[in-house]
């Protein structure tokens, strides 16, 4: 069990070091990774390691691993998609990069930086971090010219790329995405015409959905309601008051 450990971490090195990505992080966003994100994650994280998953001694080892640029459905271009397109025509930067933790080369965690305001800053940490980069290996082992794009939908992270063939692929990094099984390397198009389903479903609220980009959340909604009923009814109340207080002065 060990050797298989050791030869599945040698792997994941060495496709690391053969493999790139569609987009390399960009030098600054690397050097705050390797700096200040890092220690942000380990300071986060060391709050309740526990809570993580994690523990203390393994925060006090971990070293930054590999970094992609993320990116995230446009909503509009899923708005006027068809089956037919690809989801690659439809992804967009978000000025986000997710991290990956190790210790001792292997996958750890995960972590999150995104620029705002011309600043970076750590957003998220935590994730499955081994699960991220068997599916990283697997799609770059499969196909080492593909140089695949990291995807979120709905929390989850999946690669994109294509084959020599140039039909578009994907490979989840969890056992689904956007309820599409993804247990092994698959056209993109069934996935594609799910996002277009629930973008189009009924109970659709479009706060995130199916493109996962953030929409005004649906509790922010129910105030904005409650609000509005509360404002009806006090003015009903001051103008009941007003007539009241006419007729008595009659």
Request: net charge negative; charged share 20%; hydrophobic share 40%.
């Amino acid at each position: 069990m060990r050797i298989r450990s050791y030869m599945l971490g040698a792997a994941l090195m060495i496709s690391m070091l053969l493999s790139t990505t569609e987009a390399a992080v960009p030098e600054e966003v690397q050097a705050y990774a390797e700096n200040e994100g890092i220690a942000s994650f380990k300071a986060t994280m060391g709050e309740d390691p526990k809570a993580f998953d994690l523990k203390q001694s393994q925060l006090d080892q971990a070293e930054l691993g590999m970094g992609f640029e993320t990116y995230r459905v446009d909503h509009e271009s899923l708005k006027s998609a068809d089956r037919g397109d690809t989801l690659q025509s439809m992804l967009v930067k978000n000025e986000e990069w997710t991290f990956v933790v190790t210790v001792d080369g292997t996958p750890l965690s995960l972590f999150t930086v995104a620029r705002a305001d011309n600043r970076l800053e750590v957003i998220s940490g935590g994730g499955a971090a081994k699960e991220l980069m068997n599916a990283y290996h697997t799609f770059t082992t499969q196909y080492p010219d593909s140089k695949p794009k990291l995807a979120e939908i709905k929390g989850i992270h999946l690669f994109v790329g294509n084959r020599p063939d140039h039909s578009e692929v994907f490979l989840s990094s969890l056992d689904h995405a956007a309820g599409v099984p993804s247990v092994e390397i698959a056209p993109t198009r069934p996935l594609v015409a799910a996002l277009i389903e629930q973008l189009n479903a009924p109970n659709q609220d479009h706060d995130g959905g199916a493109d996962g980009l953030t929409r005004l959340p649906r509790l922010t909604w129910v105030w904005v309601t409650i609000g509005v009923v509360t404002a009806v009814l006090l003015l009903a109340a001051a103008i009941r008051h007003n007539i009241h207080k006419r007729n008595s002065n009659l």
